[in-house]
Nanobody, 125 residues
Framework: QVQLVESGGGLVQAGGSLRLSCAASGLTFSRYAMGWFRQAPGKEREFVAAIRWSGSSTYYADPVKGRFTISRDNAKNTVYLQMNSLKPEDTAVYYC??????????????????WGQGTQVTVSS
C-alpha cells in the first residue's frame, strides 16, 4: 500500500519560511518523479514544483520561482519543499504526489499516480 504523508505546514507571517516534507512508503521511491501541488478554497489544484527521480531536473510554477526549492533524499524516501518569502497568496493545502519516472508533463495532475492527504499552509499579511 502506497502512502505519502506530508508534514511541516502551519501558520506563518508574510515574508516567513516553511519547509514541507513528504515521506513515501510502499513504492520504489527512486523510480518516481515527485511533485508538489496546492489548492486554495474555491480554486483548482495547481502545480507548484516537481523533481525527477534522480534530482537532476527540477521544475517550478512561475509564481514560486526564486522563492521555493524542491529537493529529495532517495535514501530517506522523502521529498521536501523549502518555501521562502511567503506571501498571503501562497495560502493553500499543499499536496505531494508521485508519478512514474517516465512521466512527461510533470506539471499536470493527470500524470500522478499517488497523492498525499495534504498539509495546510496559511500565510498571514
Amino acid at each position: 500500500q502506497v502512502q505519502l504523508v506530508e508534514s511541516g505546514g502551519g501558520l506563518v507571517q508574510a515574508g516567513g519560511s516553511l519547509r514541507l516534507s513528504c515521506a513515501a512508503s510502499g513504492l520504489t521511491f527512486s523510480r518516481y518523479a515527485m511533485g508538489w501541488f496546492r489548492q486554495a478554497p474555491g480554486k483548482e489544484r495547481e502545480f507548484v514544483a516537481a523533481i525527477r527521480w534522480s534530482g537532476s531536473s527540477t521544475y517550478y510554477a512561475d509564481p514560486v520561482k526564486g522563492r521555493f526549492t524542491i529537493s529529495r533524499d532517495n535514501a530517506k524516501n522523502t521529498v521536501y519543499l523549502q518555501m521562502n518569502s511567503l506571501k498571503p497568496e501562497d495560502t493553500a493545502v499543499y499536496y505531494c504526489a508521485a508519478a512514474w519516472a517516465q512521466a512527461m508533463r510533470v506539471s499536470s495532475v493527470y500524470e500522478y499516480d499517488y497523492w498525499g492527504q495534504g498539509t495546510q499552509v496559511t500565510v498571514s499579511s
